[in-house]
């Protein structure tokens, strides 16, 4: 029954690595996003996809970049990672307006630069 | 202002009832969110309210919307040990798309 997948639960990679942080989701949903999340901070959105090819910056897209290509998977790419990105990734989806804006999340990635 | 703020820890008994509390600074918002994060999972939608509504009531869960003080609270009937998670309050932002968090509340519930 699972419905948005993150292919990668926990990496660790080197300062200055490119890391590749994949979602899929099995619902036909038009909207994608990728939030960080951090203790005390909630949820922060980094980037959201409306559409295949499309995409807005979100609240904190600096040293992030996103992917869609295809409808369903929604991949966000960090150029040359950094400490300061060691984080939880979550990656969710939502139908429009008519679905009350749910967002439906996948497990999440941990992320550990070392 | 877009800020969603809530207490980060509440303890309670089993069998008590637990209240989680949610302020919001943006009067316009429309609908309200209230997501739980078990250990090592995503977010998994509890319930939500439109703002026209003051209260929602789900099996054990009520959810409380005050409009007027920009209040939003999450009571839980019956607290179980299962009940122990993450809750995250969050209201549908300006851009019709965009969900603002709050920084979550820790509830533990002591057997």
């Known amino acids: 029954d699972v419905k948005v997948t993150q292919s990668s639960r926990y990496l660790v990679k080197r300062t200055g690595e490119k890391v590749f942080l994949e979602c899929v989701q099995d619902?036909?949903?038009?909207?994608m996003f990728w939030y960080r999340q951090d203790p005390g901070l909630g949820l922060r959105l980094i980037y959201f996809?409306?559409?295949?090819?499309?995409?807005e910056k979100g609240d904190i897209p600096e040293g992030y970049s996103v992917s869609r290509e295809k409808k369903e998977r929604f991949s966000l790419i960090l150029e040359s990672a950094s400490t300061n990105q060691t984080s939880m990734y979550l990656c969710?989806?939502?139908?429009?307006?008519?679905?009350?804006?749910?967002?439906?999340f996948g497990a999440g990635s941990r992320l550990t630069v070392l | 202002g877009e800020d969603v703020e809530q207490s980060l820890f509440l303890s309670v008994r089993e069998g008590d009832s637990s209240v989680i509390n949610c302020t919001y600074t943006d009067s316009s918002s429309t609908y309200l969110y209230w997501y739980k994060q078990e250990p090592g999972a995503g977010l998994q939608l509890l319930t939500y309210i439109f703002s026209n509504m003051d209260m929602k009531q789900d099996q054990r869960l009520t959810v409380l919307l005050n409009k007027k003080d920009k209040h939003l609270s999450l009571r839980i009937a019956d607290t179980q040990t299962g009940d122990s998670a993450i809750y995250f309050c969050?209201?549908?932002?300006?851009?019709?798309?965009?969900?603002?968090f709050g920084s979550g509340t820790r509830l533990l519930v002591r057997p």
């Open positions: 996809s409306y559409d295949v090819k499309m995409k």
């Open positions: 969050a209201r549908l932002g300006d851009s019709s798309y965009k969900l603002i």
């Open positions: 619902m036909d949903h038009e909207n």
């Open positions: 969710a989806s939502s139908q429009p307006a008519e679905r009350n804006h749910v967002l439906t």
